[in-house]
């Protein structure tokens, strides 16, 4: 079962910065919060992750809140090629892996 | 950006075939994945790998096995398929960095079974 609440969907203006938020309640000490993405029916792509401080790579930031039970996943300036479904994952590193990627945010951005 | 592939990247075949999907990765990477996917809904866990020699079925019960037998390559075989395994399949290996893993996906592989 999912760990994770995140919007069904939501739209952005291309240009525009996407928040995309997720709470994560029940997080546990030592479970990182990842964000991937699916575009149409291509693989899951890794987009970034934390475990309590924020994060920035060359695709996005990642905000945790300082409690953890929230995050928020911000695209600076997005284009219509990040029209795609967001997934907001909890997990610790413990045996395999399991992502339980969920429903996750359909994201779309008009031109 | 990783480096896993996978194919075929479709594949249209007749119930009762054997088929193996194929899945490798040059990144040397010891875990890897096999995820079930249909159109618009979760992806599943079906099988997973340690390393070499090692194998484990996920949480989705599957008629597929798998094998690892080099540490690049993670096939996925279904010895008789059925209409129910149309499926998108999709591979993962993954990266450790300190405390948090990180997986990588291939693009897929689009099973139809008629």
């Known amino acids: 079962d999912a760990k994770t609440t995140q919007p069904t969907s939501m739209d952005c203006a291309e240009g525009r910065a996407a928040n995309l938020p997720c709470n994560h309640s029940?997080?546990?000490?030592?479970?990182?919060v990842y964000w991937y993405r699916q575009i149409h029916s291509q693989g899951p792509q890794y987009i970034i992750h934390g475990l309590k401080n924020n994060e920035t790579n060359e695709m996005a930031s990642l905000i945790i809140t300082e409690d953890r039970k929230s995050s928020t996943l911000i695209l600076p300036h997005a284009t219509l090629r990040d029209t795609a479904v967001y997934y907001c994952i909890v997990d610790a590193l413990q045996g395999a892996q399991k992502l339980v990627f969920g429903q996750g945010t359909r994201l779309t951005i008009n031109p | 950006e990783a480096d896993i592939y996978q194919t075929p990247r479709y594949l249209v075949i007749g119930t009762g075939k054997k088929i193996t999907l194929e899945c490798s990765q040059t990144m040397g990477h010891d875990k890897m994945y096999w995820y079930q996917q249909d159109p618009g809904m979760e992806l599943h866990l079906i099988h997973y790998?340690?390393?070499?020699?090692?194998?484990e079925k996920g949480d989705l019960s599957s008629e597929s096995t798998v094998s690892r037998i080099r540490t690049e390559h993670f096939p996925l075989t279904l010895e008789s398929a059925r209409p129910s395994h149309t499926s998108q399949y999709l591979c993962?290996?993954?990266?450790?960095?300190?405390?948090?893993?990180?997986?990588?996906f291939g693009p897929g592989t689009r099973l139809l079974v008629l």
């Open positions: 790998s340690y390393g070499v020699n090692s194998t």
């Open positions: 993962a290996s993954s990266e450790f960095r300190g405390d948090s893993e990180t997986q990588y």
């Open positions: 029940t997080i546990s000490g030592n479970e990182y």
